[in-house]
Every structure is written in structure tokens, then in C-alpha cells.
């Protein structure tokens, strides 16, 4: 049975915060300047003020989780290719991300 309510409320700890926040601005500043994704990037502005409030928890939207989630997953995939072709240094620096991305998913929005 599908639930009918969906809490949207995260309890980051300061490491989840610190790589969300990092993730936040990469994804704005790759996507800032074109129009057509103008709703990624006021999305990913608006997580990243919630994150930088300071508050314990944050509150998305589901829109905002929805686009997050998407774009995490996306570069857990994107990184997985990557560390397939990349030799031994890269391929060191690739797993540590690959890891904190999917520690994220797996404590925060998988379930």
C-alpha cells in the first residue's frame, strides 16, 4: 500500500551537510547560466539556503528531493563509468565520492 504522506524533513549530520552543500554549488554552477534549467537551478538554490540556515533539520520540498535524489543518482551512475576506464589514482579519488554519494542515498532517501 502506498503511503498517502511523505515526510520530506532530514536530519543531516555536519558531514552529509558538508557534502551536500559542495554538491549544491557544482550542480549551480554548471547548470547557471542557461534558461532551460532554470527550475534545476532554483531548486538546488533553494536546497542549498536550507542547508546553509543551520537549522537540525531541513525541510525539502518534493520537488526539491525528487531533483536531488535524480541528480545524486545520476552521478553515482556517471562515477561508476568513470571508475571502470580510470587507472589507479583517479580511480582512488572517484571511489571516495562514489562512496559519500552512496552512503547518501542509502541513509537519507532510500527506503
Same mark, same amino acid.
Given at each position: 500500500?502506498?503511503?498517502?504522506?511523505?515526510?520530506?524533513?532530514?536530519?543531516?549530520?555536519?558531514?552529509?551537510?558538508?557534502?551536500?552543500? $559542495?554538491?549544491?554549488?557544482?550542480?549551480?554552477?554548471?547548470?547557471?547560466?542557461?534558461?532551460? *534549467?532554470?527550475?534545476?537551478?532554483?531548486?538546488?538554490? $533553494?536546497?542549498?539556503?536550507?542547508?546553509?540556515?543551520?537549522?537540525?533539520? !531541513?525541510?525539502?520540498?518534493?520537488?526539491?528531493?525528487?531533483?536531488?535524489?535524480?541528480?545524486?543518482?545520476?552521478? !553515482?551512475? *556517471?562515477?561508476?563509468?568513470?571508475?571502470?576506464?580510470?587507472?589507479?589514482?583517479?580511480?582512488?579519488? *572517484?571511489? $571516495?565520492?562514489? $562512496?559519500? *554519494?552512496?552512503?547518501?542515498?542509502?541513509?537519507?532517501?532510500?527506503?
Amino acid at each position: 500500500m502506498k503511503k498517502l504522506f511523505t515526510n520530506y524533513n532530514f536530519d543531516f549530520d555536519k558531514n552529509d551537510k558538508r557534502i551536500l552543500t $559542495s554538491f549544491c554549488k557544482q550542480v549551480i554552477k554548471q547548470l547557471g547560466g542557461e534558461e532551460k *534549467y532554470f527550475m534545476e537551478t532554483r531548486a538546488f538554490s $533553494s536546497i542549498l539556503d536550507k542547508l546553509n540556515n543551520n537549522s537540525e533539520t !531541513v525541510k525539502l520540498t518534493k520537488d526539491e528531493r525528487t531533483r536531488l535524489v535524480n541528480q545524486l543518482e545520476e552521478n !553515482v551512475k *556517471y562515477l561508476d563509468k568513470k571508475i571502470a576506464k580510470s587507472w589507479i589514482f583517479k580511480k582512488w579519488l *572517484y571511489k $571516495s565520492l562514489h $562512496s559519500q *554519494y552512496e552512503n547518501l542515498l542509502e541513509k537519507h532517501f532510500k527506503g
